[in-house]
C-alpha cells in the first residue's frame, strides 16, 4: 500500500503571494488533517476534511484554507502569505475520525516565505 | 485544555547506552498518547501507541514506553541505543473516545543524539 505523498517538496515564495500544497491519503484513509511546523516547535494543527468537509480547525486564520477531493486527496491553500508562514507542512491521512485509528504522515512541504 | 510536555529539549547519549525520553500531559479527559520519531527533513514516523489495556506498549526499533496514569506520564525508553536512532522524537496525545477532529497536540520535541 502506498502510504501518505506531499508535494511540492520544497516551495519558495514572495510575501503577499499565495500558495496550494497537496496531499495524497494513504489507500483506503479518508480523513486528511494538515499540522504546521515551525522551525524548532512541534507540528500544530490546522484543520481536517472528512468526506470533503472541513470538521476541525486549530487556532489558524481564514486565510488558511483546504479541499478534500472524492479520492480523499486534499489542498492546503495560505493566501496573503507573511515571514511567518515559513514552516514545513504536513499531512496527515487517517482510516477515519475516531481518535484510536491513529494517523500516517507524509514527509511533508517546506515552505520558505522572502 | 490538553497539554504534552517534553521534559528535555536534548538527549545526548553514547551508543549502545540506555535512553528514556520523557513526557506527561495534561488532560481532564482519557487520552490516547503516541510518540512519533522524525529524521532530519522528513515527515513523522509512528513509534509507538497507547490506546488502552496493557500500560507497558512496544514500539518498533526496540522502543518502548510506559503509561503512568498517576503521574501523567508517558515516558519513552530503549535499553541499547544506535548511531541511527539519532533524530527527533516528539509525544503526541488526542481525546480518547468519539472522533477526534485530527486534533494532536505535540510536544516540543527532544532532540536526541547518539555518539559513537
Known amino acids: 500500500e502506498t502510504g501518505v505523498t506531499q508535494s511540492p517538496t520544497h516551495l519558495i515564495k514572495t510575501r503577499g503571494q499565495q500558495v496550494t500544497l497537496r496531499c495524497s491519503s494513504q489507500?483506503?484513509?479518508?480523513?486528511v488533517s494538515w499540522y504546521q511546523q515551525a522551525l524548532g516547535q512541534g507540528p500544530q494543527f490546522i484543520f481536517q476534511y472528512y468526506r470533503e468537509e472541513e470538521n476541525g480547525r486549530g487556532n489558524f486564520p481564514p486565510r488558511f484554507s483546504g479541499l478534500q477531493f472524492p479520492n480523499y486527496s486534499s489542498e492546503l491553500n495560505v493566501n496573503a502569505l507573511e515571514l511567518d508562514d515559513s514552516a514545513l507542512y504536513l499531512c496527515?491521512?487517517?482510516?477515519?475520525?475516531?481518535?484510536?485509528?491513529?494517523?500516517?504522515f507524509g514527509s511533508g512541504t517546506r515552505l520558505t516565505v522572502v | 485544555a490538553q497539554s504534552v510536555t517534553q521534559l528535555d529539549s536534548q538527549v545526548p547519549v553514547f551508543e549502545e547506552a540506555p535512553v528514556e525520553l520523557r513526557c506527561n500531559y495534561s488532560?481532564?479527559?482519557?487520552?490516547?498518547l503516541f510518540w512519533y520519531v522524525q529524521y532530519p527533513n522528513q515527515g513523522l514516523q509512528l513509534l509507538l501507541k497507547y490506546l488502552s489495556g496493557s500500560t507497558l506498549v512496544k514500539g518498533i526499533n526496540g522502543f518502548e514506553a510506559e503509561f503512568n496514569k498517576s503521574q501523567t506520564s508517558f515516558h519513552l525508553r530503549k535499553p541499547s541505543v544506535h548511531i541511527s536512532d539519532t533524530a527527533e522524537y516528539f509525544c503526541?496525545?488526542?481525546?480518547?473516545?468519539?472522533?477526534?477532529?485530527?486534533?494532536?497536540?505535540f510536544g516540543q520535541g527532544t532532540i536526541l543524539t547518539v555518539h559513537p
Open positions: 496527515a491521512s487517517s482510516l477515519g475520525t475516531a481518535a484510536n485509528y491513529g494517523y500516517t
Open positions: 488532560s481532564s479527559v482519557s487520552v490516547y
Open positions: 489507500s483506503g484513509h479518508n480523513t
Open positions: 503526541a496525545g488526542v481525546k480518547a473516545g468519539g472522533t477526534s477532529y485530527g486534533k494532536l497536540t
